[in-house]
Every structure is written in structure tokens, then in C-alpha cells.
């Protein structure tokens, strides 16, 4: 099987998700590209500046990588959301905690290929693992997402939630709604403790959507669940519709996204339907609500 | 004792009924007995009905708001120092009501919340009630105003001398870095407790100055407050564009205009129509020139957990590049022996990303060599929403480095 052949297949067990899941942008919004000034007397300070303007990366580095500089950290981020689409939950989620090491190099004229040491973090149960991973940024005219691949990982992803994943399924399979108004955190980085598996589960369905936008040139967190509200239980999966702000490190912005998703201990979480939300400039993007 | 204020205020409010609409109350600061007594007479103008709460100095008073204009014009008639503790009394009291949160209002800065996130009035109360309670350490200095007209505040704390070499320390540039603010009413608080008291801070303050501007974008953490907890820019608005703001941050000459900065107004790190155009950063750049003898520049930003330094916006080596990288490695050793939370560091274009028109490679280019950029806690997991209670502990160690990177300035002045 060529190389090729064995990304596809990385791909496939990476990213399965993508084959059921719509997605939807926003429109070419013109507001978001830089617009020709209303007034004279800008012209000539904006002279010769119209193009739109990327972090330009020069020809990034190939080889051994300094695991302390950008490029490494990037790709091991990658790995982080990778890891919660996969196996995070309510109960368990995972954060970079340390690139020991890093490798890169080119894929002929298709991508770009990391090799990593990494160490991993489980956040609730507060277990650390080393794992190694490699992480294939496609190159072409479409956006393509990346592919991941996880080694040595094992007992990390075995810690074991399912009595509390199962006791919180149970209490919202057919008697609670949820529903929250409350930001999650709010802005002083609180969340009540109920709203918490909530408010997690809001990161792993995010995981997905910045799974799928991570390429070189980015570095995603979420930002803050600003609202879930769970649907009508479908086919023994929990359902909820959400809406979240993501950050991404590079070009500072908050891109806002909508989901529908379900979740089951046995089931995990699935995302059924993500959409972008245009950029909102300014002023009440949102009542204001702490 | 403020409980006791607080009731009496209380009882008489259920007495009277809503008795204290409009009532302010004033912190008097008067210079010496002259003004003490000036004071006093005010005290017998029977048709004001003042209500003094407090006759030790600093003095409390409640002034009822017919006689706020009367008052006002006296006090600044006579020169006499003064500021508004609370605005409405009514309102506050009804707040105290509702929330019966006594302890959020602070009447000294031993009693101010430490462990939380402040408004942008509580910051400048907090900043003049450390100059009131330690004159002789600490005064404020105006250095400009922010787009929307508000003050830009810095802090000065010296033991004397006429213009010592300084280190500048810079906090909110970029509004939703809460945890930036926060931070740096700490850093001031143990600035005036640990003089005296820590063997480096009072070698370093016995030599030098620190200058501490804790909101560099005030007009911006207000909109933080109010309008959108995420908002990054400060708030001028861009003729002939929907979008508000500039990035301070990309406003500095120091490759402006570069990769690295948008020429988007509409972005996050829109770098604004030349280098220098956006008051906030005008002003520190005037202050910096003047001062002429700043010898570390320290600029607090988050999140990311790094500790950098020049330059962003090329991937040339800074000359003290290793000289600057050693000092950082002691640092970042300081700052994680106490919680062991781990930090990067490196030059900001290697380990964050290309960045044009950054604050400290203008001022590394000036000069001023030890030039460094925080990003505070975390690396994501909350972000820019830091838990409160993760304030003190994020201070605390951040603390620590900076004392590593002012020594070591003090003991190699250039």
C-alpha cells in the first residue's frame, strides 16, 4: 500500500465522524474581508494594503523541531482534540501537557508529516502519560483536516469513567432537560458544578470542529460554551444543540460555531451538524449575561 | 467597624426610607492641620448636613447630593485632595441588600478582594487608596487618556532620587487578559508590603523605580465589563469600517505594518493607520522617551504560560539574545518552584508565532535590553476565563520571575 493508501487509512480511523456530520460556513462574508473605505480620505493610507493579509509561516522547519517553538506545540495541540473526539467525554477530557520531542518533514508535494513525543494529561482524573503521535497536515487548493495517529497511549485511554458517565446519562435520559441560559465559564471563570460535565462535553463536541480547522498556521482552544440545551433523547443517545466560542492562538480571533450532537457512555459523542457563525462586529453580539 | 457603619446607614435608610439617593461618599485627604481644619468648618455649614464617618485621615463623609456641587467646588478651592469611595449610597445599599456582600467594598487595601476580578472604577479606587495609605513609596501619574477620554493611570513607587534607572511594568493592553489586571494590583500590593521586608525587592527598590501601569486599555476591559467578555482591542472606532479598534500590540514602531499584524480593521490584530496613532500606546511611548533611564520593560499579557523576549517581527537574533534567554531560564525556574506550573520560553517569533509592531522589541530597539512579554495562566483550558481563585496563585508565581529579571537588571545596569 502506498503512502497514500495508509493516510487514507489513517484518516478513516481518525475521522469517521466526517462522513455522517454536515457542515456549514457562512456565506463569503464581505464584512470580514477588507472592505474599500467609505471616505477619500483613507485611500492613501491604505494604498497598496489591500490584500488580505495571513501570518505568513516562511519555509517551516524541517527535521529536528524544538519542542518549546510553535511549530511542534501546533501539531501536538492537534493531538489534544484528536484525543477528546475520540475518547472524551463528560467525565474525561485531555490536554497537552508537554511536546518532548518533534520531528517533521515534507510528503512529496501532498503535506507535511509531524512525529511526536508527547506527554498527555487527563484534566479530571489528573493522570499524565507519555504517548507518541504523528500528526499529517494535507496540502492542497481545499481545506483538507489532519490526520492524526496515537501510539502508546493505552493506559491513559483506559481510565475509567463509567460509573459517573453512566449515573449522569441515566438522570437525563428521560426525566431532566437541560437547558442553560449561563455561559460556561461565565467571565469569572465560574461554572457551577452540575453545569461542569456539561460544560465538558461542550470541549469534546468543539474537538471536532477544531480538529477538522487545525492546520499549521493555527492553534484552538474553546473559548466558553455560550449556551447548551439538550434535545429530545434520540435513539438511547442524549442530544443537545450548542453554541460555542473557539480562540484561535494565531490570528487572535473568536470564531463562533453552532453543533448538534449526542452522547452515550457506549456511544461517545457524535456530531451531527456544525455550523459556523458569521463574525459579529461589535457592540451586542449577545446580551450581555455573566 | 465598617459593619457598624454599614448598619447604621442601614437603619437609618429603613428609617427614612430610601433616604440616600444621589448621597456620595468622600474620602478627604488633607496635607496637613490647615486643611484639617478648613475641613471642619465644613462640618459646621449646618445646611450642607454633612455626615461625617470617620475623623482619622484619611476622612469618610457622606455628602447628601444637594450639597455635592457646594462641597466639591470647596474642597478643590482649597486644594484639598479628595475622591469618591461610593457614588450612590443608595445604590450600594440596596446592592448590600440584596447580595450581602459587605466585604466587596473595600475601605483600605488590607480589606480589598484580592482573590477576584475587579470593575475598572474599583481598579482606580484601588490605585488611589495606595497612594493615600503609603505617600511616601507610592504616587499615581496621569500620562494621558484613552480614546474614550478615560485616565491612563501608572503607578509609581520610588524611595527616593531623581529619575533612578526603572523597570516598567505593563498589565491589560489587551482587555479580556483579566487575570493581567488582576495580577498587577497584587504585584503593587506587595510591592508596599514586602519593602523593608524582602531583601530583593528592597535592594531593587533602594536603587531603582518601578513604574506599574496595571490598565494599559481601559476603554477595552470596560467594554469587557459591559458589551463582550472576548473583546481584545482598545475602542477606537476606523473611519469608513463596521469594526472597532486597533491591537495595541501591533501598534508600535518596531516593523509595523509587518507579517505578523493585520491591515484588516475588522481583525484582532489590526495594527491601525501608522505606528504610534492609538492614544494608549502614544502615551507610554512619550513616557518612556522622557523618562530616558528605563532599563527593564516588562509588558503582562495571557494566556500561554511563556515567558518571552525580542524580537516578533523578524527571525533575526536579538544582539543579547543569549544573555536575555539565560535570565528568562532563571526566571521561569523561579516562577515554577513554587506551584510547579511549567512554562516555555523563547524569542516571541519561535515560540508563539510572527508578530509586527510589539511593544517590547520598540523598546528593545531603544535600548531598553531587558525587554520581556509574560502570557500568564493557562494554556487553554479556561483561557481567557481564568478561575478567580487561580488569581493569587498566578500572581504569586509570576511574582517570583519578575523579582528574578528586576535583580538581575539592578545588578548589571547599563
Known amino acids: 500500500m502506498g503512502l497514500r493508501g495508509v493516510i487514507v487509512l489513517v484518516g478513516l480511523m481518525g475521522t469517521t465522524w466526517s462522513f455522517n456530520a454536515t457542515t456549514i460556513r457562512p456565506e463569503a462574508v464581505s464584512t470580514d474581508t477588507f472592505a474599500r473605505p467609505e471616505t ?56 497537552l501537557k508537554q511536546v518532548q520531542s518533534g520531528n517533521a518533514e515534507d510528503v512529496a508535494d501532498s503535506g507535511r508529516k509531524y512525529q511526536l513525543d508527547i506527554s498527555v494529561h487527563e484534566i479530571i482524573s489528573d493522570t499524565k502519560e507519555n504517548c507518541s503521535a504523528e ?87 474553546v473559548a466558553q460554551v455560550a449556551n447548551i440545551t439538550q434535545l429530545t433523547t434520540e435513539n438511547d443517545q442524549l442530544k443537545f444543540d450548542c453554541h460555542v466560542l473557539l480562540h484561535d492562538m494565531v490570528s487572535q480571533e473568536i470564531p463562533q460555531w453552532k453543533m448538534l450532537f449526542t452522547w452515550s457512555p457506549a456511544g461517545g459523542v457524535k456530531v451531527l451538524h456544525t455550523e459556523q457563525l458569521p463574525h459579529v462586529h461589535d457592540c451586542e453580539k449577545h446580551p450581555k449575561t455573566n | 467597624m465598617k459593619r457598624l457603619i454599614t448598619f447604621a446607614a442601614l437603619f437609618a435608610a429603613v428609617l427614612s426610607k430610601e433616604a440616600f439617593h444621589g448621597h456620595q461618599v468622600f474620602r478627604i485627604v488633607p496635607k496637613d492641620d490647615v486643611q484639617l481644619s478648613l475641613i471642619k468648618l465644613l462640618e459646621d455649614m449646618l445646611e450642607l448636613e454633612l455626615d461625617f464617618w470617620r475623623w482619622v485621615t484619611p476622612l469618610d463623609v457622606r455628602v447628601p447630593s444637594h450639597s455635592l456641587q457646594a462641597v466639591k467646588s470647596y474642597l478643590e478651592r482649597h486644594s484639598i485632595k479628595y475622591y469618591t469611595v461610593i457614588k450612590d449610597l443608595q445604590a450600594l445599599l440596596d446592592e448590600e441588600q440584596k447580595q450581602m456582600k459587605l466585604a466587596t467594598y473595600a475601605w483600605n487595601t488590607d480589606s480589598f478582594d484580592y482573590n477576584n476580578y475587579h470593575t475598572l472604577s474599583d481598579i482606580y479606587s484601588f490605585q488611589d487608596m495606595l497612594v493615600a495609605e503609603k505617600p511616601n513609596l507610592v504616587s499615581k501619574i496621569v500620562i494621558g487618556q484613552s480614546y474614550e477620554g478615560r485616565p491612563l493611570n501608572v503607578l509609581k513607587f520610588s524611595t527616593g532620587g531623581s529619575n533612578r534607572p526603572a523597570i516598567w511594568i505593563d498589565c491589560g493592553i489587551h482587555a479580556r487578559e483579566w487575570v493581567t489586571h488582576a495580577s498587577g494590583i497584587l504585584f503593587a500590593k506587595k510591592i508596599v508590603t514586602d519593602y523593608g521586608q524582602d531583601t530583593a525587592l528592597t535592594a531593587i527598590l533602594n536603587k531603582m523605580d518601578i513604574f506599574l501601569e496595571i490598565v494599559v486599555n481601559p476603554d477595552g476591559y470596560q467594554f469587557t465589563h459591559t458589551k463582550n467578555r472576548m473583546w481584545r482591542k482598545n475602542r477606537r472606532p476606523n473611519p469608513g469600517f463596521r469594526c472597532v479598534g486597533v491591537d495595541l500590540n501591533r501598534n508600535w514602531n518596531a516593523g509595523f505594518g509587518g507579517h505578523g499584524s493585520s491591515n484588516n480593521p475588522c481583525k484582532n490584530t489590526y495594527h491601525g493607520v501608522k505606528a504610534h496613532s492609538e492614544p494608549e500606546v502614544r502615551s507610554i511611548v512619550k513616557f518612556v522617551r522622557s523618562h530616558g533611564n528605563i532599563k527593564a520593560f516588562i509588558s503582562i499579557h495571557s494566556y500561554s504560560q511563556m515567558l518571552l523576549y525580542p524580537y516578533g517581527y523578524t527571525k533575526t537574533l536579538a544582539k543579547d539574545q543569549k544573555e536575555l534567554d539565560q535570565v528568562a531560564q532563571q526566571a521561569v525556574a523561579a516562577l515554577t518552584s513554587l506551584y510547579g506550573t511549567p512554562y516555555r520560553y523563547g ?63 539592578l545588578e548589571h545596569l547599563y
Open chain 1, 135 to 221: 500528526v499529517f497536515f494535507p496540502r492542497g487548493v481545499k481545506q483538507l483536516s489532519p490526520q492524526v495517529q496515537v501510539s502508546s497511549c493505552e493506559e491513559l485511554l483506559k481510565i475509567d469513567a463509567n460509573s459517573e458517565e453512566e449515573a449522569l446519562y441515566q438522570q437525563y435520559k428521560t426525566n431532566k432537560t437541560l437547558r442553560t441560559e449561563k455561559r460556561l465559564p461565565d467571565s469569572y471563570g465560574h461554572i457551577d458544578p452540575e453545569m461542569t460535565p456539561f460544560w465538558h462535553l461542550g470541549i469534546v463536541a468543539s474537538s471536532f470542529i477544531m480538529l477538522n480547522e487545525s492546520t499549521e498556521n493555527t492553534l484552538y482552544n
Open chain 2, 347 to 409: 524569542s516571541i517569533i519561535t515560540t508563539i508565532y510572527q508578530s509586527s509592531g510589539g511593544s517590547i522589541d520598540w523598546t528593545y530597539n531603544r535600548g531598553i535590553k531587558y525587554s520581556y512579554t509574560f502570557e500568564l495562566r493557562d494554556t487553554g483550558h479556561f483561557g481567557f476565563l481564568l478561575p478567580a481563585k487561580q488569581i493569587g496563585p498566578t500572581a504569586n508565581e509570576t511574582w517570583l520571575a519578575l523579582k528574578v529579571i528586576m535583580h538581575y537588571t
Open chain 1, 40 to 95: 477619500t480620505e483613507e485611500t492613501t493610507e491604505q494604498k497598496g494594503a489591500v490584500a488580505e493579509e495571513e501570518a505568513v509561516e516562511d519555509v517551516m522547519a524541517t527535521g529536528e523541531l524544538n519542542p518549546s517553538h510553535y511549530p511542534a506545540q501546533r501539531a501536538a495541540k492537534v493531538v489534544q482534540h484528536y484525543l477528546n473526539t475520540r475518547y472524551g467525554s463528560p467525565y474525561k477530557l485531555f490536554g
